[in-house]
């Protein structure tokens, strides 16, 4: 059974420091990850699809890294501003459904 | 492009009832997925649907139950409810691309429809 875990479970700091989040999974048998921020009481907002043949993507001042083998991903953050603070969660696609990590709350201080 | 639409937004209910709730997919996309969403469990897939068939179920009992329209729309429902289904479900749209057999799909969330159990 597919296992996600999100370290730091929050994070609070200073804007305009760079930031890596951290999302890892037991099984190596999936078909993609996807990064998605959540606001409070709000759905949420895909950030980064990576592949299960890619090893990252970049979007903006976001770069998602994927080590399939390792079970590891990381969403990294540059220079990092107030609106970003939110709820960072993974998801692993697997054949059978998507397993979803229980987040990382980021808060950035102005 | 207009994203995906849930209704209605908030619910409450009291125990024993029944509930349905509606998602209405981004245009041109054939899945939806279902997801409850609570503080203690985080969120945890319940089903899967494309082009009308129940692809994949989630670990959850057999009054949550659901379906798939011709349009894409799709409907969800739970019987006999309990204060334990209190919880935000979110309903997710893809195009659900495949490449060389891989699910190569993202997926965009609708906003949810907050359930209240009483």
């Known amino acids: 059974k597919q296992e996600v875990t999100q370290i730091p479970a929050a994070l609070s700091v200073p804007e305009g420091e760079n930031l890596v989040l951290n999302c890892s999974f037991t099984d190596s048998a999936i078909y993609n990850l996807q990064w998605f921020r959540q606001d409070p009481g709000k759905g949420l907002t895909s950030l980064l699809l990576i592949q299960s043949s890619q090893r990252e993507q970049t979007s903006g001042r976001l770069n998602a890294s994927l080590d399939k083998s390792s079970g590891r991903s990381t969403l990294y953050i540059a220079a990092s501003q107030p609106g970003d603070s939110a709820t960072y969660l993974c998801?692993?696609?697997?054949?059978?459904?998507?397993?979803f990590g229980a987040g990382t709350r980021l808060t950035v201080k102005p | 492009k207009a994203g995906v639409t849930q209704t209605p937004r908030y619910l409450i209910k009291t125990r024993g009832q029944q509930v349905t709730l509606s998602c209405s997919p981004i245009s041109g996309h054939r899945s939806v997925s279902w997801y409850q969403q609570t503080p203690g469990q985080g969120l945890q897939f319940l089903f899967e649907y494309f082009s009308e068939t129940q692809r994949n179920k989630g670990n959850f009992p057999g009054r949550f139950s659901g379906r798939q329209f011709s349009n894409s729309r799709s409907e969800m429902n739970v019987s006999t409810l309990e204060l334990g289904d209190s919880a935000l479900y979110l309903c997710?749209?893809?195009?659900?691309?495949?490449?060389?057999?891989?699910?190569?799909?993202?997926?965009?969330f609708g906003p949810g429809t907050r359930l209240t159990v009483l």
């Open positions: 997710a749209s893809s195009s659900r691309g495949a490449s060389g057999g891989a699910i190569t799909d993202t997926q965009y």
């Open positions: 998801a692993v696609r697997g054949n059978n459904d998507m397993r």
